[in-house]
């Protein structure tokens, strides 16, 4: 399974780059839709926020396979405009910090890797009692044809991130 979407990831991507002309025109019609995600954690928000905003660890609760830090941020390491890759086999998706409330939220920016254009996403903790709301949020632009692709596609693999997230035993 995991092949065959990032073969189609490639293809997609590669077909999203072409200049795409519909009824004479080349304007691609672009809306931004928005992909919710909510998972509950027993885990703090504090500890949560330690594991999302920590990339090393990522292969060790995520699917993901690898982390890279390309560029520090204006603070060092993994902070606002740091520059992150995270890779699954063929597909490596780049992505800039843009802001961190420690143990509240964490927002980010998609820069390469995804067939999309202008993926922002936020990451939102939220506390009462014992149990953690994580909230996973992201808006992007497509070309009209992409979009319901792209939200299904994007909607399982937030939804696939933020409950491994929640469920993670990882020590912080």
């Known amino acids: 399974m995991i092949l065959s979407i990032e073969r189609w990831f490639f293809y997609v991507e590669r077909a999203n780059s072409a200049t795409i002309v519909s009824k004479g025109s080349t304007e691609i019609k672009n809306q931004m839709p928005n992909v919710r995600i909510e998972v509950n954690s027993k885990r703090s928000a504090g500890d949560l926020f330690k594991i999302l905003t920590n990339g090393p660890n990522w292969p060790k609760w995520s699917k993901v396979g690898k982390f890279e830090l390309l560029k520090d941020g204006d603070s060092g390491g993994e902070t606002i405009n740091s520059i992150r890759r995270f890779s699954t086999g063929v597909l490596k998706i780049t992505e800039q910090i843009t ?69 993670t035993t990882i020590v912080v």
């Not at 409330?101 to 390469?112: M, T």
């Not at 254009?117 to 497509?142: H, P, Q």
Request: net charge neutral; hydrophobic share 45%.
């Open 99 to 167: 802001a961190m409330e420690p143990n509240k939220s964490f927002s980010y920016r998609a820069i390469a890797g995804i067939p999309v254009k202008s993926y922002d996403a936020l990451v939102c903790f939220n506390e009462n009692g014992d149990i953690t709301t994580i909230t996973w949020t992201a808006e992007f632009t497509a070309s009209k044809w992409l979009e319901p692709v792209m939200k299904v596609v994007i909607h399982q693999i937030l939804k696939t991130m933020a409950t491994d997230l929640a469920k």
